[in-house]
Structure formats: C-alpha cells, structure tokens
C-alpha cells in the first residue's frame, strides 16, 4: 500500500516542499496538497510538473480540507504562524499521522508549544522542525572539529531578524549540545512591518551564552545592505561562512604558524532537502532536522524576549508576537 504524504499550505515554501517530492518513487508514495487558495494550488501544481517525471509520484491537490485521506504516512505543515496550531489541532483529530514537519517560526503564543506537544503525545506521533543548517555538510563538518569554548557570530542588515534568528539559535544549539543557556536580547525600539501582510519584524541583536562559555551574538542592522555572515572561533581555529556567496575562509593554527584555505560551499535548495527528510524517515523512522521538543525549547526562548519588545512597542501587554 502507497504511502501518503500530505502539504498543508502550497505558498511558497510549501511549493517547494512539493517540488522536492518528485524524486521519490510514484511504487511508494502518493502525495496530497491543501491550501485553500485555489491559486496557490495552481501554481505548487505546476511546479511540480515542471519538475516531475514518470516515476514521481501522483499529486492530489484540493482546497478542501476533508478531502485529505484519513489515513497520513507524514504531513508537512507550511502554513503561516498565526494559524498553524489551529491546522495542527485540526489534522490531528480528523486523520492518523505518524511524522509531522513544521515549518518555522512554529508559533506566536507561548502557550501553543506546551499545548501541542501534548497532542503530539497524546496521538504518538514523532515531530520535527524544519531549521535544516544543522544537516549542512559544511556546518557538519565544523561541528566535528570545534573546540570548547568557541564564539559564533552572525551579523548582517535587515535579514528578518525575528523570522530568522531560530535558524542560528538551533546551529549554536546543533554545535554546543547546552540545554541551559541565556538569551540576552538588545533589539530596537521599533518595530517593522513584515514582507508578508499582518506580521512584524525586529532589528537588533541577541547574544546567547550557554554553561560552558560558549557565546552566540546575532545581529540584523536596520540599515544598509550588508549580507549576512556567519564566524565561529575557537582557541585555534576560526571558520568565517558568506552563505550567499557560497564561500567558507578556513584559519586553522599548525605547527608552523596558521593556514589558511577558501573553499567551495553549497546551500541546498528547499526543492531538493525535503524528500532526504522523508527517506530518512522511511528507513530509520528518524530524521536530521530538529526534533520538536528541543525546537519548541529554543522557539520559546525567542518568543519570551520577542513578548517584551512588541509589549514595549504597543504600551500594552502582548500574549501573541506575529512572526511569521
């Protein structure tokens, strides 16, 4: 019997996320998209075909949410934040699930995640989190070679600081294996629209310190163009990442002095990183993306800072931060 694989939400990402499945085998799986924006599912169809071949598996796309199958081998949740627990909810009292992916930011209130993770395991169900910096080869092999303590930092402008800062915050989590550490945050006054309508953005920076000296600053300046970049130092070695460049400068100290090397790197695409997530699932029942629990630990460490400056900002008390 074929395997079901299900998208909810065919935005953007959820395209993509779609696009990765062509590679899989039409004898094993069969996949079924919902979002209800009969044009979104237009276009996440089409990118599929453009990409698809004869033994991809068939598509089913519907903005009818009782249209999904009963039965879902794993479900792939890439809706925007603010509704995302709601669809969970939702999913998990009509079908049987056994693997959840979700996108990030995972939600906006703090109560969600506690609430969630009781569904999760109330239905048994093994979630994860699609912050995938962690499956890099570079940061891979970085995190083989790193020494305690080290510092890492990551600094540019106007990148989607409260978007984005969970992708590094669980890099630094994947490098230094700490479940305590602090979150300092030293964010703006004000606060920005978003690139996506009805949610919000900061500017500033966090520095995360964990118990074993091990330090994390992350930084989005409000103005100019600089792209972000990504240091990690230790006592002997410094690795300095231009992600956009696709470029890592390597310091290492040697016996005679310090080497140095510039090398090749690569990001993979969304498009081609889902479908390893659902093999790896199929072979071992785990996966190398962030499991929920510690997602959820790292989120809320976030969430809790990101409450008080939107608070701060509105003059009032603010139970939920639109991040999307």
Known sequence: MKKIIAIIGAGQLGSRHLQSLAVLDKELFEIFVFDTQ???????YQRYCDVSRDSSPEVFVTDVFQELPKEIYTVIVATSSIVRRKVVEQLLEYAQVEFLI???????RLEDFSDVEKLLEQYQIKAFVNTPRRTFEFYKKIAVKIDFPFQMEVAGSQWGLGCNAIHFLDLFFYLNQSTSFEVIPNLDEE????????????????IMKDDKKNTCQIT??????????VSLTD????????ENLGII?????????YGYQESAIRIPFQSESTAK???????TGDCMITNYKDSAYLHQKLLV???????AFLNQKADSCPIT
């Open 277 to 283: 997530i659902i093999t790896d699932l199929l072979n």
């Open 305 to 311: 800072k990101y409450l008080d400056q939107y608070s």
């Open 220 to 229: 989005s300046f409000k103005e100019g163009n600089l792209p972000v970049v």
């Open 235 to 242: 006592s002997k070695q410094k690795w300095t990442i231009h």
């Open 102 to 108: 979700l996108e990030k930011f995972l939600f906006t």
């Open 38 to 44: 009969r044009s979104s599912l237009d276009i996440a």
């Open 249 to 257: 400068r390597t310091f290492e100290m040697t016996d005679t002095g």
């Open 191 to 206: 606060v920005f629209s978003s690139k996506r309508d009805g949610y919000i953005e900061f500017t500033g920076a966090f």
